[in-house]
């Protein structure tokens, strides 16, 4: 268990980090009090107003405490791998720990329950922009009545529009700005909420347990939607881990203790004690909170911007978990730019950003309201804090070798959490919660599938491959002329001849003088040190054998690998050296062990993915490709 450390930093780059932390992993919990108290209040059962608001309020309260504080912050960030978070991490944590101390060949339900959880977070990475750029943007309603709810959605869908047209352009220009501007909200929540404490002071009698409690026991058919509306107060939470890697646990740490813990609960409890103090009302206490005019409008200017930073972060993410799936061969080759030639992290994936702009301004007029909204949010985050939970248990049985009831009370306590917030979403599913269970779905088939594709043409291609020696007997033929030259045969398996390669000299019956036979492969790490990059070894009859090895949030660079392999003393030009690469065709019908849809769907991502050169930024004047049908 590897625990990232900023301690050793001076104060000012520790203060950097937790600044910056505000700016990006906690948006979307910071942004939350925009409609979490008034969705919670419009669920209250027929009881006394307020019982009902102190119910309330000790939910959000405990829910913060045992989720967040506890699970999260205590617990989960611990499951680091080399400093970095999230389900990857948790993947790559449990494959350290099997027993042969390498990834599975087959996809294990461990896996697949994983993959469910990395699909679950797509679907959140669509309707977060859309909730938290349209309950910002109904701080106009409080302002004028002339805002009406179409006015409304058509503000919030507009303001989506910039936000993801601007994401070309990378976040290194306004990153600067998010932490600062994150700062200012949480003072904000502290200062609004402090404010209205004194209008009703026994407001705090919620601390007490005991009346959350009481209003799910009481109200028992109420249990499940009221728990519907808490769950808005802790989502985000997994962004504390899955961001863990850009500023350290501690940072994180102490960002969350010195700001939004202590901002959130009196924002929360700064709403309550307005809505005790006027039994009955239909406002959003949130902007009834700040009195009419500037002050609101200043409200809800502040409140966009800080749901852009919050739905900033979301998309970010979405950009980084697709290059780890795509990594470690559970995606298709899109097309990634990088945004920031000082930060590897900080990537632009086209074709996500296009689907979650459709996804979430979709979104928006389709429900057209946070009330309506609401239903169908949480059942993605709730599943994914489920998932995480079972995950951390096995890592801690599994890698780390806790007692087994440790374990297993851990387990039991998580989950006593996690399920009763699940379960209350899973009631939800007609009523909306199908939108981020569809969008779970139709990421999860083509992850499940491209593995499994990738899998069986390994299988069909390279369960006879030529062994080094045989291949050189192959080079060594007085058939084969050898011209000047240098060639690079890419190859999946550092342990198998390239396709290519035999395609190349039975066809031609030549082979350059230099030859280099290379396979990129993705580590179950985060990164890769410099030093470990390339592992080269000469063959013989002018050949040689190179592995490139990066981890999961690292993209490849062959050109940079060429001019490594150049570095040490093989005889090629990278400017003037040729690639070759295999043009899979897929052909279905063959007895490969997937579902025959699986295959079809299989065959349109493989002529759809973007092709390996442009993927591995080979230039395209230097490529030379060998169309290969398989048959699977």
């Not at 909200?185 to 007490?208: I, Q, R, S, T, Y």
């Not at 030259?485 to 290519?500: D, E, K, L, R, Y």
């Not at 065709?585 to 295959?599: F, H, L, P």
Request: hydrophobic content about 50%; aromatic content about 10%.
């Amino acid at each position: 268990m590897h625990q990232p450390t900023n301690t050793s930093l001076p104060a000012g780059a520790r203060l950097g980090l937790g600044l910056g932390a505000l700016g990006v992993v906690f948006g979307d919990i910071g942004t939350s009090p925009l409609y979490t108290m008034k969705e919670c209040v419009a669920r209250l059962p027929d009881m006394a107003w307020r019982d009902g608001v102190l119910g309330i309020l000790s939910l959000i309260t405990w829910s913060i405490l045992l989720v967040v504080c506890i699970k999260y912050l205590w617990f989960i960030t611990r499951a680091d791998k080399c400093g970095e978070g999230g389900i990857f991490s948790l993947l790559a944590l449990i494959h350290t720990g099997h027993t042969e101390n390498k990834r599975p060949s087959r996809l294990t339900a461990t896996t697949f329950l994983l993959l469910v959880g990395a699909a679950l977070l797509y679907g959140d990475g669509v309707i977060t922009p859309a909730i938290s750029v349209l309950g910002a943007a109904e701080g106009f309603a409080a302002i004028s009545p002339r805002f009406t709810p179409g006015i409304i959605a058509g503000i919030a869908c507009g303001i989506l529009v910039g936000l993801f047209y601007f994401q070309h352009k990378g976040t290194k220009r306004i990153g600067g700005i998010f932490g600062p501007v994150m700062l200012v909200w949480f003072g904000v929540l502290a200062v609004l909420g402090g404010w209205h404490l004194l209008d009703e002071p026994h407001v705090f009698l919620a601390l007490n347990p005991a009346h959350g409690l009481r209003l799910l026991l009481e109200h028992p058919s109420s249990a499940a939607t009221l728990l519907g509306g808490v769950v808005l107060a802790i989502t985000g939470v997994e962004a504390l881990y899955a961001d863990m890697g850009h500023f350290g646990r501690p940072a994180i740490t102490q960002a969350w203790y010195a700001v939004p813990f202590g901002a959130l609960l009196l924002n929360y409890y700064g709403q309550g004690a307005y809505l005790l103090s006027h039994p009955g009302t239909s406002e959003n206490p949130f902007f009834a909170m700040a009195p009419a005019g500037i002050a609101r409008t200043f409200l809800t200017g502040l409140a966009i911007l800080a749901a852009i930073i919050a739905s900033q972060a979301l998309i970010s993410g979405a950009y980084s978990l697709t290059r780890q799936a795509i990594q470690l061969g559970y995606f298709p080759r899109l097309k990634i730019i990088h945004t920031n030639a000082d930060q590897s992290g900080q990537i632009y994936v086209p074709l996500v950003n296009t689907l979650l702009a459709i996804g979430s301004i979709l979104t928006v007029f389709g429900f057209g309201s946070t009330e309506q909204l609401a239903t169908a949010y949480g059942i993605a985050v709730t599943g994914t804090m489920v998932i995480t939970t079972i995950a951390f248990v096995i890592v801690t049985h599994r890698t780390w070798h806790w007692a087994p009831w440790v374990t297993m009370v851990l387990g039991a306590g998580f989950l006593a959490i996690d399920l009763p917030f699940f379960l209350a979403n899973v009631r939800k599913i007609a009523d909306g919660g199908w939108l981020p269970l569809a969008i779970a779905a139709a990421v999860l088939a083509i992850m499940v599938t491209w593995k499994a594709g990738r899998s069986a043409v390994f299988a069909r291609i390279y369960h006879q491959g030529l062994s080094d020696p045989e291949l050189l007997e192959v080079v060594r033929s007085k058939r084969v002329l050898r011209i000047n030259g240098s060639a690079v045969f890419m190859v999946s398996s550092p342990n198998v001849a390239p396709i290519a390669l035999l395609h190349h000299v039975k066809s031609n019956r030549a082979l350059q003088r230099t030859v280099v036979l290379l396979s990129v492969l993705t580590e179950e790490t985060p990164s890769v040190p410099d030093a470990d990059r390339l592992t080269l070894t000469e063959l013989g009859e002018g050949m040689w054998r190179a592995v490139g090895r990066y981890g999961f949030m690292q993209s490849p660079d062959v050109n940079e690998l060429v001019a490594q392999i150049q570095t040490q003393g093989v005889p090629l030009k990278p400017a003037a050296t040729t690639y070759y690469f295999n043009r899979e065709m897929i052909v279905t019908g063959g007895d490969a062990r997937m579902w025959e849809w699986q295959k079809r769907f299989y065959a349109v991502l493989v002529r759809n993915a973007r092709p390996a050169n442009d993927y591995y930024q080979i230039p395209p004047t230097q490529i030379i490709e060998m169309g290969l049908p398989v048959h699977i």
